[in-house]
């Protein structure tokens, strides 16, 4: 194995983490990955089982992380009210970093996202920001937690001398088992239970959100991104927003998954219709599909995250994103946001996991 570059990667069975790990081992680094659970990821070359909350038992199990040169921060915790996620996350960050004090680190990235603009989940679209969000915007008043991170990041990488990168992708789309903000994956279960009971595949946002120009970030061009920033010197001390590189709109797309799975569009009422809602007997009638497609089992809970896609796709003012500070300094990847989603609906087919 390699030790030119070793990537510590926090939150590793997450969406971002996950691929990230995946990518980088693909290009030949040594992997470390960190999680809460205790997982043994074919992609990694060392995994630490740890609870950042904990400060003793990260600093105990962090360790095993001393020879890590580039960090990889892509986790986080949600608590009651942003007051909690501010305190917790923060603590979680510092712990993670006091924990590999003595790594020869050179980079640290951190993954947040485009709350930057929007707001905390408290006063989250209370303030309408300009569209397309903008790198260099001011933060906006209040707590965030994504700042709360930022600002350790920024003062580990004061103190210690290493160059720091921070990531704000949008509506990630990938596929994780167990993963909660999973637009991708929902969407499939949904069409699939639509399919399954023949009823029509209702949008369930809000009409600023249908009719809106909008993008997502592939998981695999997030982890393509953090891998150019950590190895690109001009690259160095920036923040950037990372998406696909297109932009749709919902009108659009809505009928192009409609058509992957083969079935009908329901009319759009013009006011929401939350999946929440709509999929309040998910449970039984995933079993039912489980059962009689003879899918993998897992509880359509660990599959759906019906509250996740409901506020995305539920926002109230058009959300998409510049990104002037990666394409000025030479990423160019691309992907196409349509294809992002058949690929993860071909890989849940091919797994098993929902019908083919």
């Known amino acids: 194995m390699s030790k030119e570059n070793v990537a510590l990667i926090a939150g590793a069975t997450g969406l971002s983490g996950s691929y990230t790990a995946r990518h980088l081992k693909k290009e030949g680094w040594t992997?470390?990955?960190?999680?809460?659970?205790?997982?043994?990821?074919?992609?990694?070359?060392?995994?630490?089982?740890?609870?950042?909350e904990n400060k003793s038992g990260s600093k105990t199990a962090l360790a095993a992380a001393s020879d890590a040169t580039h960090v990889f921060y892509c986790t986080w915790s949600r608590q009651a009210n942003e007051d909690r996620n501010?305190?917790?996350?923060?603590?979680?960050?510092?712990?993670?970093?006091?924990?590999?004090?003595?790594a020869p680190i050179r980079h640290a990235a951190l993954v947040t996202g485009l709350k930057h603009y929007l707001g905390s989940f408290d006063d989250y679209a209370k303030v309408k920001p300009y569209t397309p969000f903008l790198e260099s915007s001011p933060r906006l008043p209040g707590p965030n937690f994504y700042y709360a991170q930022e600002d350790v990041l920024f003062e580990m990488a004061g103190k210690r001398g290493f160059s720091w990168s921070v990531h704000r992708p949008h509506t990630m789309i990938g596929f994780v088992v167990g993963n909660l903000m999973n637009m991708a994956v929902t969407l499939a279960v949904y069409a699939s239970i639509c399919k399954h009971t023949g009823q029509p595949f209702i949008y369930p946002g809000s009409p600023e959100q249908y009719d809106a120009v909008t993008d997502v970030t592939d998981a695999r061009i997030l982890a393509r991104h953090l891998h150019w920033a950590a190895t690109t010197s001009q690259a160095a001390n920036t923040a950037f927003n990372i998406v696909n590189g297109d932009v749709f709109r919902w009108t659009w797309l809505w009928q192009q998954i409609a058509d992957y799975f083969a079935i009908k569009v329901g009319e759009y009422p013009g006011h929401l219709v939350p999946l929440e809602k709509q999929m309040a007997n998910a449970s039984t009638i995933w079993s039912e599909i489980v059962a009689k497609h003879r899918l993998e089992n897992i509880p359509v809970?660990?599959?759906?995250?019906?509250?996740?896609?409901?506020?995305?796709?539920?926002?109230t003012m058009e959300c998409f994103t510049d990104m002037t500070n990666s394409r000025r300094l030479g990423f160019s990847a691309y992907q196409e946001s349509r294809q992002s989603f058949f690929d993860?609906?071909?890989?849940?087919?091919s797994r098993r996991i929902i019908p083919a």
Not at 31 to 52: C, E
Not at 90 to 100: E, L, Q
Not at 301 to 310: G, M, P
Not at 344 to 349: A, G, K, Q, S, T
């Open 86 to 102: 501010v305190s917790v996350n923060a603590a979680m960050i510092r712990n993670f970093f006091d924990g590999i004090a003595d």
């Open 344 to 349: 993860v609906f071909d890989e849940l087919r």
């Open 301 to 315: 809970t660990r599959l759906a995250s019906w509250w996740h896609s409901d506020a995305d796709l539920g926002r």
């Open 31 to 52: 992997v470390l990955t960190v999680s809460r659970s205790a997982v043994d990821p074919p992609w990694s070359d060392r995994h630490i089982t740890v609870d950042l």
